[in-house]
């Protein structure tokens, strides 16, 4: 059974995060500054790439996170509404590539790619119980 019959560049994705507390540099241990830290904005945009994923794979699919390539381009302070957008770019067999962007108000806050590997999940999850053996 194939995994990327349904997909196809264009799949995309929106989706909106309120900045709080938790989502600072600060409390990710990331920087000293109260701003969104940017482990948090490389989460909320591979959040984006499973939205823009949802209901497109196959029963028994998912996709893991292999590469992120992002630039963090200005600062966010708490309250501050993100709307971040993932866009399939590129399909090369299981391998997806993303184009992220992530908006503050109507600034652009960052940018960059997301790459993710679709795998059947009990074959993926068998392999990572092997792994602790």
């Known amino acids: 059974m194939i995994a990327v019959s349904p997909l196809a560049p264009g799949l995309a ?26 482990p948090r904005m490389i989460a909320l945009a591979e959040a984006a790439t499973m939205e823009a994923l949802a209901g497109a794979l196959e029963e028994g ?30 399909v090369d067999g299981r391998a997806l590539t993303f184009a992220v962007e992530v908006l ?5 806050a960052g940018r960059g790619t997301i790459e993710r590997f679709l795998v ?14």
């Open 13 to 38: 994705a929106q989706i909106e995060a309120t900045v709080t507390e938790k989502d600072l540099a600060l409390a990710l241990g990331s920087g000293d500054v109260a701003v969104l830290g940017t």
């Open 104 to 108: 503050d108000g109507h600034s652009l």
């Open 61 to 90: 699919w998912t996709s893991v996170g292999t590469r992120v390539d992002m630039r963090h381009l200005s600062p966010t302070p708490t309250g501050g509404t993100l709307r971040i957008r993932a866009e399939l770019t590129g």
């Open 120 to 133: 059947e999940r009990e074959t993926f999850l068998q392999r990572v119980q092997q792994r602790r053996k």
